[in-house]
């Protein structure tokens, strides 16, 4: 335990200055954009950003995983200062911005002359509607109560399986383990859980909202990717078709091992923690 708080100590003290903070931030994004650079280094035309029009997935992947990682690092490393998570979120999006216009400019030279194609400005305004969901969830889960942290790492959580999905694709690693990669979403919603706790019952209350939120989302995004990459037209249609499809796939997924992980996860977690703090009484 001590060296752990030590480890914890030296951490924050790396991360103290201004400049260090901003450049987690810009780590995070590469860290996030990882299978997309190595996929460029292969094809240089393509963007080193997912595009909503060609990757609609992707970017959803890419700006849910920015800010669980921003999130986590802000509130863990920095104590969920604000001021820690504005410094880290200023190199979050200078990074992301940076993305965006490579990616703008790559496809759209004229985008600066203000001749800009209506498919780019859809593009844009898709990111940018996304990024703003994005930046909102990075604070919220930089700065509130583990209840609420809890509900949106349930919302968030998917991005973790399918960014490791896509990174063995670039690995010699067995294609058996991809689909195994998948619950490592469920594994993370299950360790925050077990920090949470299942000894109030209003904590119960939150565990069954959250894998209720778990197996809803793979249907969402897909509905989402759906509409994106093939808009439906007005703004009833889209959500009438996103109702159709999202109700189609939720009832086809399966919820029941993603289930299983979380809450063995969950138990296992908040059983060691409660022996750990039981411990720590005695001994003081």
Same mark, same amino acid.
């Given at each position: 335990m001590g060296a752990h708080v030590l480890n914890m100590r030296s951490s924050r003290k790396f991360w103290s200055p201004w400049w260090a903070q901003i450049v987690a931030g810009l780590f995070v994004v590469l860290l996030a954009v990882a299978p997309w650079i190595w996929l460029w280094l292969g094809q240089r035309g393509e963007p080193l950003l997912p595009t909503p029009d060609s990757d609609a997935a992707g970017l959803i992947v890419v700006l849910s995983l920015v800010a669980l990682l +921003? +999130?986590?690092?802000a509130r863990v490393v920095g104590r969920g200062a604000t001021g820690f998570a504005i410094r880290t979120d200023v190199g979050i999006m200078l990074s992301l911005l940076g993305l965006a216009t490579q990616w703008i400019l790559g496809?759209?030279?004229?985008?600066?002359?203000?001749?800009?194609?209506?498919?780019?400005?859809?593009?844009?305004?898709i990111f940018g509607t996304l990024l703003v969901i994005s930046q909102v969830l990075y604070f919220v889960l930089a700065k509130l109560r583990l209840s609420v942290v809890a509900l949106l790492v349930a919302l968030l959580a998917f991005?973790?399986?399918?960014?490791?999905?896509?990174?063995?694709?670039? *690995?010699?690693?067995?294609?058996?383990?991809?689909?195994?990669?998948?619950?490592?979403?469920?594994?993370?919603?299950?360790?925050?859980? +077990?920090?949470?706790?299942?000894?109030?019952?209003?904590?119960?209350?939150?565990?069954?909202?959250?894998?209720?939120?778990?197996?809803?989302?793979?249907s969402v995004i897909s509905a989402v990717v759906t509409i994106l990459e093939n808009p439906a037209g007005s703004w009833g249609n889209s959500v009438s078709k996103f109702g159709?499809?999202?109700a189609a796939s939720a009832?086809? *997924?399966?919820?029941i091992i993603p289930a299983l992980v979380t809450l063995a *996860?969950?138990?296992?977690?908040?059983v060691i923690l409660l022996i750990v703090r039981k411990f720590r009484r005695r001994s003081y």
């Open positions: +921003g +999130g986590w690092f496809a759209d030279p004229g985008f600066l002359q203000g001749s800009s194609s209506p498919e780019s400005q859809r593009e844009l305004w991005s973790a399986g399918q960014w490791l999905q896509m990174v063995a694709t670039y *690995t010699p690693a067995d294609p058996k383990i991809y689909s195994s990669l998948i619950y490592a979403g469920p594994l993370l919603l299950g360790i925050v859980l +077990g920090f949470l706790g299942f000894l109030r019952a209003w904590h119960l209350v939150l565990w069954l909202f959250a894998l209720a939120i778990q197996w809803i989302m793979p159709e499809l999202t009832v086809q *997924t399966d919820w *996860t969950a138990m296992l977690v908040s």
